[in-house]
């Protein structure tokens, strides 16, 4: 969803638009407008980024800091933006992983008594 706001965003932008923000400069002669999932430092998505450890009770605390850690980044997006065409989709994001938090969390105690 984030890909699509964020080409939704640029696809019509101007040659001016593009020369005026030098960060955006940089990415589209790399990527046009094409959705390319980086951090907001820049630094490219990578599968090395997953933590898995193959225990239940680890993994499901690591599940839980990732939803902990999406829910802050839309937190900070919302801190940024004005569009409510942003705005609305962006907020439905930051409830899933609310309730991705709790739903992981209700099942850590029903895990913890698997292998206790």
Same mark, same amino acid.
């Not at 004005?82 to 609310?98: G, T």
């Given at each position: 969803?984030?890909?699509?706001?964020?080409?939704?965003?640029?696809?019509?932008?101007?040659?001016?638009?593009?020369?005026?923000?030098?960060?955006?400069?940089?990415?589209?002669?790399?990527?046009?407008?094409?959705?390319?999932?980086?951090?907001?430092?820049?630094?490219?998505?990578?599968?090395?980024?997953?933590? &898995?450890?193959? $225990?239940? @009770?680890?993994? /499901?605390?690591? =599940?839980?800091?990732?939803?902990?850690?999406?829910? &802050?980044?839309? $937190?900070? @997006?919302?801190? /940024?933006?004005? =569009?409510?065409?942003?705005?609305?989709?962006?907020?439905?994001?930051?409830?899933?992983?609310?309730?991705?938090?709790?739903?992981?969390?209700?099942?850590?105690?029903?895990?913890?008594?698997?292998?206790?």
């Amino acid at each position: 969803m984030i890909g699509t706001i964020v080409h939704q965003l640029t696809k019509n932008l101007t040659e001016k638009q593009i020369e005026d923000n030098p960060n955006f400069a940089a990415y589209f002669v790399d990527h046009t407008n094409g959705v390319y999932p980086t951090a907001a430092s820049g630094v490219p998505w990578s599968a090395a980024s997953m933590q &898995v450890k193959g $225990d239940t @009770i680890a993994d /499901l605390n690591e =599940d839980l800091a990732a939803e902990q850690k999406a829910r &802050v980044t839309y $937190d900070n @997006i919302l801190r /940024l933006v004005d =569009d409510p065409d942003i705005i609305e989709p962006i907020k439905f994001l930051r409830e899933r992983e609310v309730v991705h938090f709790q739903r992981f969390g209700d099942t850590l105690p029903q895990s913890c008594k698997l292998f206790f």
